[in-house]
């Protein structure tokens, strides 16, 4: 279907092509009839929500709602096309009948005609209109970008990345969210970066997650990861999500060590911290923001080694990047009535029966009244340091004792996956903040480009990865 189709505005009414028509009738049941169905009844429910605004408003919102059909039956078209290549079979009923995927392709389509027709709509709110969650929305953006449709402005394509942000770093991880029965099904955390990283992102560490790549899992491995219920899918979904995740926080994280002059050995452990807390303390996630977790990893894993950097200057070089809240740093769950049980401990393996379940009411919408929020260095004393301390410190040399292993994060990923040891880190994990004082850098800020674990230090990472290897053989 060509873009100038997409973009006639004058058609009022437009049903899928004779090639999508076709692929219906090759399925063993022909969905048409409930698509236009579902299509129509959520058109209906979109403009619902609009029924009562200015008449300008209005019209938009009309609008949107015909733009949303051309959108959804050029995508899916594509998206079939796709998805048979990659599978080599002929009936997709299984993808033309799924409800759930069906349903936030329309919600996506909706969302691309808002941002190009200027309508008043914040993300998540169409989610929030059909009752659809985040953790499931992230999925088929993913697939959407991939689709070969010619976008027609770059907007589009730079909204819908950022709204799969907005998931990835706070929406999903909310207290109801479908994420945590995963995480349950899995021990309780997240996968480390090792085992979700794909080859392709381990050889061309430039590569994105939207460039297509020869061993990157296809778009449809999204679109699977919803068709399926079984626990072999929902453990490739964490999979994808994780590597997503982990993708994002180590942009962030260079960028962070950028601002704040951090060098290459102490931004390695930060990493490795940070991903300690996502892998065995994931209950620290509960109705929080992930940036929340790694700028704690900053300041902890710096005081720790003697390269002590002052909380407030953190915060103040996070506010200076892009598409960052202020809200992160100062509005942050502290403890709550219904899960304060949890939020106290220490010990992971206890924490796992504890988790909360997609029952579980969620604390952002709407907030509960026995909460208590407070900014970022009051969530560091109270919880953080709580639950982080007895990792942190034995990366102090004068404990006496082996440090942990260090990840290697996706930046210097390499073919070969393993972890390394470095040199021990020196200081004690600080638990007391609040009287600290803003501190300016002297100078202009520094702007330096990322340099990768090299020499020594990658030759030593090749040699421990081969043992490890070794030893996995043998065993």
Not at 299 to 318: C, H
Not at 325 to 342: P, Q, R, Y
Not at 360 to 385: C, D, K, M, W
Request: charged share 25%.
């Amino acid at each position: 279907m060509t873009t100038a189709l997409l973009e006639n505005l004058g058609m009022q009414k437009f049903g899928p092509s004779n090639v999508l028509m076709a692929e219906f009738r090759s399925c063993s049941r022909d969905p048409s009839e409930a698509i236009t169905k579902r299509l129509e009844q959520m058109q209906n429910i979109f403009l619902q929500h609009y029924k009562d605004v200015p008449t300008d408003t209005k019209a938009k919102a009309e609008q949107c709602s015909n733009e949303s059909q051309r959108w959804y039956y050029t995508i899916l078209e594509n998206i079939v096309r796709q998805e048979k290549r990659r599978l080599g079979i002929k009936d997709l009923s299984g993808l033309m009948e799924h409800d759930l995927f069906q349903c936030l392709l329309v919600a996506c389509c909706l969302e691309i005609t808002t941002v190009l027709n200027d309508l008043p709509c914040d993300f998540p709110l169409l989610l929030q209109i059909f009752k659809l969650v985040p953790y499931h929305f992230w999925r088929v953006i993913e697939p959407v970008l991939r689709s070969e449709v010619s976008f027609s402005r770059p907007v589009v394509k730079e909204h819908l990345s950022q709204v799969e942000v907005n998931c990835l770093e706070i929406l999903v991880w909310t207290s109801d969210s479908p994420l945590w029965e995963e995480i349950r099904a899995n021990g309780g955390g997240l996968p480390t970066c090792m085992e979700v990283m794909p080859a392709a992102k381990a050889e061309d560490p430039t590569q994105t997650d939207l460039q297509a790549a020869p061993n990157a899992p296809a778009a449809g491995s999204n679109i699977c990861s919803l068709l399926s219920s079984g626990q072999q899918q929902k453990t490739k979904s964490l999979q994808l999500f994780s590597r997503k995740v982990y993708m994002l926080m180590d942009k962030r994280l260079r960028e962070l060590s950028a601002a704040l002059n951090i060098q290459d050995e102490l931004q390695l452990k930060i990493w490795t911290c940070f991903e300690h807390s996502l892998v065995k303390c994931t209950f620290l996630m509960v109705d929080r923001h992930l940036d929340q977790l790694l700028l704690c990893a900053i300041y902890s894993m710096a005081k720790i080694t003697g390269n002590e950097i002052l909380f407030k200057r953190i915060m103040d070089r996070y506010k200076s990047l892009e598409h960052t809240s202020k809200t992160v740093l100062k509005n942050v769950l502290i403890s709550d009535g219904a899960m304060g049980s949890f939020l106290g401990a220490n010990d992971n393996e206890d924490l796992s029966p504890g988790l909360p379940t997609p029952n579980t009411p969620s604390a952002h919408y709407p907030q509960r009244s026995q909460e208590e929020r407070g900014n970022l260095i009051l969530f560091y004393n109270r919880v953080y340091a709580t639950n982080m301390e007895s990792y942190v410190v034995q990366f102090d040399p004068t404990s006496g004792g082996e440090t942990p292993p260090l990840s290697v994060d996706p930046k210097v990923w390499r073919a070969t996956r393993g972890q390394q040891r470095i040199c021990n880190s020196s200081h004690r994990m600080a638990l007391n903040m609040e009287d600290e004082e803003p501190q300016r850098d002297e100078g202009p800020s520094a702007k330096r480009s990322y340099r990768s674990v090299g020499g020594a230090l990658e030759r030593r990472l090749r040699s421990v990865v081969s043992d490890r290897a070794n030893v996995r053989n043998q065993n």
